[in-house]
């Protein structure tokens, strides 16, 4: 079968200089951008000007976007594996000799196991209805997005408390008096529009209590900031809810209306004192008191974080949870500085986009990773892909032969690449479509290169928000390598498969015609701006009769009845960390500003920002261990030792060790990035299938490794 020639926008290469708005692809957040263009080449970036929260800065890694396209060091056509798995050995592919590749051997699994023996992972977001559609149409159930990975467990605590899912909520920094983050290092961690809201309520007046065992550059900038025994937070916020409950500072209107369950909690908390906690914290029983006089007075307008990807361990899901029924004691929710309800298109009167996905038949089989029978309690949609992995190992509940990581690295994203990998070695067919050489990419069978997000455009997408809105990535730049846009290569393949009737698209431009009809909104006022905002002003509803809270009653369920159903308690009893000594510690993680996880650790620009990543490690363990600062040391856990150098610091917490993700690269082709560092993900061994049993994520930080001067 022949294909055709690369999909660019007419005449991208030949037009006089000009700005495309689209939306940046060096992280997840995809904030709105300005291309400028000239010659054909992107010559700067910003900010979208037309999106007033968004302004015209981009953080370090958005403006490296043009080392992306600019890099050598991608793969830059199909590749077909030549040797054993892992082994670096490649030949090159055209498209058609890679897609038919693929083809023969996905008809070859479909003849034998049948679709469902087909997964198909990726890094979950707005776009995701693409390849959603893709796996369905190949009659496979088996979607997961990496969420398990990352928010899952504060996902599912809002859903089982709230009904909605964790980014249906609008924090409103700005106008907040009271921020409360738990390991939410948002000005490290970032994401532009919440920087700029948050320092906005800083300079407002707003007063910010950071808990971490870590110092961050948030913590600088907040007014308070409680150095936590790691994955104790659930014990400190048991007993803010104690105090909260006995000194009766809590919303007494807004919890009749809208709480259930509060008898339950009450008992619950019963003997959770602030002198309780403070055994397992280390935050004094008076420092707490204090901190609830503080939030009496100022509530409403207070928010306590649900968190994030803070504290994998196993009772994440409930420091989640008692965030949010924080949130509902103060009477946070629907209020300007408090917690918002975010609004989709049907809130604003309007249509939202038609789905691709409703042209595919559904597939009536059951999910590989056990979600929606085995494990009544977890959302579907995004699945748990390490329960995927899992199955993937064992063939139960059935064979997985073929896979597609698409946009995910999962040997960087998962704990003990090692065991994921012999997951992988069951497979008969491993795709990785992918900008970059990933970990996992290196281990496929075929490489298929995307273009970069300035080289291609997306299908439309939808925020919902207090202004619910159309959004457009466009291509701003033909592509510079033999790659393509993940549209054209599902379509490709669909059409392979011989169900090329879902993706009946030529261009991008008629998708995103199909996704607009009904909307009342135009292709050609998405490119005008970027997007286009589906209400005029923020739309907020009426806090006491017309919040939607999409829980079995309407309201905020403090007992979760699909919790109590799957046999686990919605308010379960906190379960202490093992006390730390000698030579043992907890191995904590983070990012830094200026990298996105393991994906720009090749950046040419960003890749210079750290020569390597330092272990933190408290005086006062160093020095029982007789280590200085600066030297080098072994961290070891099960099988895998590293070496790193030690950065000395009571910026960390003593039953702790730090280090920054996304290093220990191992792919050759990634010169700046290989072997620099050491790869937290590599030192979790034996951690892949260590998960939160309430919320589904991966309990990375129950991670405890052994230290050794060498
Ligand atoms: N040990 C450990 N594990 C972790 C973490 C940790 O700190 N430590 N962090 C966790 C968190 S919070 C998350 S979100 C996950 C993140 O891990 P992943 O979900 O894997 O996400 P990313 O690293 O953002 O990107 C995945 C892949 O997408 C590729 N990519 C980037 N842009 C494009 C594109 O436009 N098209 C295509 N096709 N590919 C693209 C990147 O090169 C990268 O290989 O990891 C989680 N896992
Ligand atoms: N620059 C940059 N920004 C990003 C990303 C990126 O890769 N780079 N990725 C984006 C993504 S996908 C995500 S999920 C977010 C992540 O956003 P965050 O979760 O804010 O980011 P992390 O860097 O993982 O920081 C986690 C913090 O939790 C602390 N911590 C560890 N254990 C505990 C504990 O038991 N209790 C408390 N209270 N704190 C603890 C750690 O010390 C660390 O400072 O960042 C987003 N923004
Ligand atoms: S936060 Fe930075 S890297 Fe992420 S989308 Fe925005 S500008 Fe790009
Ligand atoms: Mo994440």
């Known amino acids: 079968m022949t294909t055709a020639i690369a999909p660019n926008v007419a005449g991208v290469a030949t037009a006089p200089p000009h700005s495309v708005f689209s939306m940046c692809g060096m992280c997840a957040t995809r904030c709105p951008i300005r291309v400028d263009v000239k010659d054909g080449r992107a010559i700067w970036l910003q900010g979208n000007p037309n999106d007033k929260a968004m302004g015209e800065a981009l953080c370090a890694r958005g403006a490296a976007g043009l080392a992306l396209e600019g890099d050598d060091e991608r793969p830059q056509q199909p590749m077909i594996r030549s040797g054993p798995r892992g082994s670096g050995q490649w030949r090159r592919a055209s498209w058609d000799e890679a897609l038919d590749y693929i083809a023969a051997s996905l008809k070859d699994i479909i003849a ?38 990352c928010g899952r467990n504060a996902h599912h605590a809002s859903k089982t408390l709230l009904g909605l899912g964790r980014t249906d909520v609008v924090l409103d920094y700005k106008n907040a008096r ?44 907040a007014t308070r900031h409680w150095q936590i025994r790691p994955n104790t937070d659930y014990a400190l916020n048991l007993a803010i809810i104690h105090e909260v409950l006995k000194t009766g500072v809590y919303d007494k209107e807004f919890v009749a209306r809208w709480v259930e ?68 004691l103060m009477g946070s929710f629907e209020v300007e500085g408090g917690v918002l309800l975010a609004k989709g298109p049907g809130d604003a009167g309007r249509k939202g986009l038609k789905k691709l996905i409703d042209r595919v038949p559904k597939v009536d089989e059951k999910r590989a990773d056990g979600v929606g029978w085995k494990y009544k309690h977890w959302d579907a949609g995004g699945g748990i ?53 990933s970990e996992t990419a290196w281990y496929a069978d075929v490489i298929l290169p995307e273009t970069t997000y300035l080289e291609r455009a997306n ?11 159309i959004n457009m990535r466009d291509q701003a730049i033909a592509p510079r390598f033999d790659s393509r846009p993940e549209w054209w290569i599902f379509r490709e393949l669909a059409r392979r498969m011989g169900v090329g009737e879902y993706f009946d698209f030529e261009t991008i431009e008629d998708i995103w015609e199909y996704q607009l009809e009904g909307t009342g909104v135009t292709v050609a006022q998405l490119r005008e701006k970027g997007f286009v905002a589906l209400a005029d002003k923020p739309i907020i509803a009426d806090r006491m009769n017309g919040l939607k809270f999409k829980t079995p009653s309407g309201k905020i369920e403090i007992v979760s009845a699909a919790l109590t159903e799957a046999g686990i308690p919605s308010l379960a ?5 093992e006390p730390l000594a000698g030579d043992r510690f907890r191995l904590l993680f983070g990012r830094p500003g200026t990298l996105t996880h393991g994906q720009s650790s090749n950046n040419p620009l960003l890749a210079e920002f750290f020569p390597d990543n330092p272990l933190m490690m408290h005086p ?91």
């Open 112 to 149: 034998r196991q049948g679709g469902r023996a087909i997964a198909l992972t990726d890094r979950g977001g707005p776009f995701t209805d693409l390849s959603k559609s893709f796996i369905r149409a190949l009659g496979s159930p088996n979607y997961c997005d990496h969420d398990s990975s």
């Open 178 to 221: 009271h921020i409360v983050l738990y390991g939410r290092n948002l000005l490290e961690a970032l994401q532009v529009k919440e920087v700029r809201n948050f320092m906005a309520g800083m300079k407002n007046g707003a007063r910010c209590t950071y808990i971490d065992p870590r110092v961050t550059v948030t913590a600088n900038k």
């Open 261 to 328: 369950g509060i008898d339950a909690l009450r008992a619950s908390v019963k003997d959770c004192t602030p002198e309780w906690q403070a055994q397992f914290t280390g935050i004094a029983a008076d420092e707490l008191r204090t901190f609830v006089a503080e939030i009496a007075a100022d509530a409403p307008r207070v928010i306590f974080h649900p968190g994030w990807m803070v504290a994998r361990h196993k009772q994440s899901f409930y420091v989640a949870r008692s965030a949010h029924i924080l949130n509902a």
């Open 385 to 437: 892909v390490h329960r995927l992995y899992a199955a993937m190992a064992t063939a139960d509940p059935y064979p997985i032969e073929a896979y597609f990581a698409y946009r995910h690295d999962p040997l960087t994203a998962l704990s003990d690449p090692e065991a994921l990998k012999k997951s992988f070695d069951k497979l008969k067919l491993l795709v990785a479509i992918d900008v970059n050489y």
């Open 459 to 469: 299908i439309l997408s939808v925020s919902n928000g207090l202004k619910p809105a």
């Open 573 to 577: 009893p906190f379960v202490p960390p």
């Open 620 to 710: 006062q363990r160093a020095t029982a261990l007789g280590i200085a600062d600066g030297d080098k040391v072994e961290v070891s856990k099960g099988d895998y030792a590293a070496q790193m150098r030690v950065e000395v610091s009571d910026w960390i917490h003593p039953d702790a060790v730090f280090m920054l993700h996304g290093f220990g690269r191992t792919v050759p082709r990634q010169s700046r990035a290989y072997g620099k560092g050491v790869a937290d993900q590599r030192l979790q061994v034996g951690m892949l299938n260590e998960f939160d049993p309430a919320g589904g994520g991966s309990a990375m930080t129950e991670t405890i490794v052994q230290v050794r001067k060498l």
